[in-house]
Structures are given as structure tokens and as C-alpha cells.
């Protein structure tokens, strides 16, 4: 496990539905204090959700968090703020305060496109977001009407509700490798996208932290789901969420904390538990010194 000085740099990578956010409410006020707490201490927290960059762009400006990239759609959308940008390689010379995206999945249009031949092909029965009306997405995920037509800004996944027997799921895998695609579990879809995976974006983005600054980051992942298993993985130091999906999440080894409570009470025990006495605490209210 790397071992960080009390110099190192720190980065946070977080899941939202479920860990950040409530499943439910979508409310993070128990995580704000372990939020003002890393902001103080100048650590980047990024998202890395199933979710947009629509609906991520709103929620990093509620969050405090637009400064931080982001990782949207399980991985398959980086976003880039102004000082995560490669000057020469991602900068825009006539908006270098504009953010950056990165796609390194599949384009959605392919997705979907292959998605209609398979579910013909095989006789499978699932129902992809794209094919949802506003009101079938609000009823499934909670969301406003307003969120739920950024949750239909796909780019490079596209959630399905599968409808069909659990036990043919292997076959809808199968055939969606044939076209170069994987399946990951949500919290309440499948997602259909390219090879990559919440895993990948964060060393992706560990790596660009690296070649930007010099320096290898200490790093704490937190989630709650089946596709947060590979972040988890890529973590220095992990917590497992308990979740309210009915799905079993097991990950076990030495980086990996246990949280007894769901949502942003379980993330900020996580924090405790981790770095609860290495990171200052800001009990006097002051401005970041950064």
C-alpha cells in the first residue's frame, strides 16, 4: 500500500447515487463538513458517477466541486477543468477557461444502434433509456423532469431496464462483446458501454495528475455499487458502502474500510476512518489557504 508523506498530494474519487448522494433523496448534507474539510485542505474531489455530464456539470456547481474533473457515464466521459489540461494537448486557445472532454468509450449512436440488432437477433426483452418517455424515467430513478432530460444526454453508454430472465443476461454479455462492448451493473440499470470502466478513468486520470504535477497522489476511493468495484480497486484506500440497490457488493483486502451506514452518512465515516487525524481540520472557519 503507498504510504504518504505529510506532503503528498490527495485526491477523492466518489460515487453519487447511493454513497455521496442519498439513493433516495439525493441529499449529501451529512458528507457537507467532510466536503468544507478537503476543500480547506486543497484535495480534489471528483465524481465518478453513471451519470451524465449534463447532470454532472449541474450537480459540481451545488457541490462546491467546479474545480474538480469529473468522470461521467461509468467512465466513458472525462471532464477536464482549466488546471487539469494539458496546455498543449487539450487547452483551447480561445477559451482556455472552458472544460475539456475527453471520450475514450464508444460513440452512443454505435451503442444504441447495436442494441436494437441484438435485442432482435437473440429475442432478448430490455428497454434502453433512450426508448424511455421523461415520465418512465422519472418513475424509476426519482429524478425531476428537469434532471431526468439530462440523464437522457447519453454520450458514450446507454443504461438498459432488462426485462427478460436473469439467466439469459450471459447471452446478452456474450453478444455484446462480439461488437467490442462490455455490460456493468448500476444501482438501477445495466450499462451498455465501450471497454472502459470507472477503474480505467480514475488511473487515467491518476496519470494525468502525475504528468501535471510531478508527483504520485495519495489516493481514497468511495461507492457503493457493482461498477464502482474496479475505482474501488485502483484506490490506495477504499470504502464499500453499504447499499440500498439489493445488489451484493464484495470487495475485500487490507485498503478497504466497510462502512455500516448507506449514502453520505456511510461516505463520511469512510473519511473518518481513513483520514480522520492525518487531514487538517478547519474548526476556525478560515479561507483555504490556497
Known sequence: ??????????????????????????????????????????????????????????L?????????PFIAENGAVIGLPPAWQHARLDRDPDDI????????????GFIRKRLEVIRERQGLSYCCMGEMSLEDIMAVTGLSEPQARQARLREGSEPVL???????ISRFRDSLDSDGMQLT??????????????????????DRFRALRGQRPHTLALGDGPNDIPMLQRADL?????????????????????????????????????WGETLPDNVSGEESPA
Open 185 to 206: 451493473r448500476g444501482g438501477r440499470f445495466w450499462h451498455v458501454m465501450g471497454h472502459s470502466h470507472k477503474g480505467s478513468a480514475v488511473g487515467w486520470l491518476i
Open 238 to 274: 477504499a470504502v464499500l458502502i453499504p447499499g440500498r440497490h439489493g445488489q451484493v457488493v464484495s470487495l475485500e483486502g487490507d485498503h478497504v474500510y466497510h462502512a455500516r451506514s448507506p449514502g453520505p452518512a456511510g461516505w463520511s465515516e469512510g473519511m473518518d476512518h481513513w
Open 162 to 168: 432488462w426485462q427478460d430472465d436473469d439467466a439469459l
Open 97 to 108: 477557461g472552458s472544460l475539456c472532454v475527453k471520450t475514450p468509450g464508444l460513440d452512443i
Open 1 to 58: 500500500m503507498f504510504e504518504p508523506t505529510a506532503t503528498s498530494a490527495r485526491l477523492v474519487f466518489t460515487d453519487l447515487d447511493g454513497s455521496l448522494l442519498d439513493h433516495d433523496s439525493y441529499d449529501w448534507q451529512p458528507a457537507h463538513p467532510w466536503l468544507e474539510r478537503l476543500r480547506f485542505a486543497n484535495v480534489p474531489v471528483i465524481p465518478v458517477s453513471s451519470k451524465t455530464r449534463a447532470e454532472l456539470l449541474a
Open 60 to 68: 459540481r456547481v451545488q457541490l462546491g466541486l467546479e474545480q474538480s
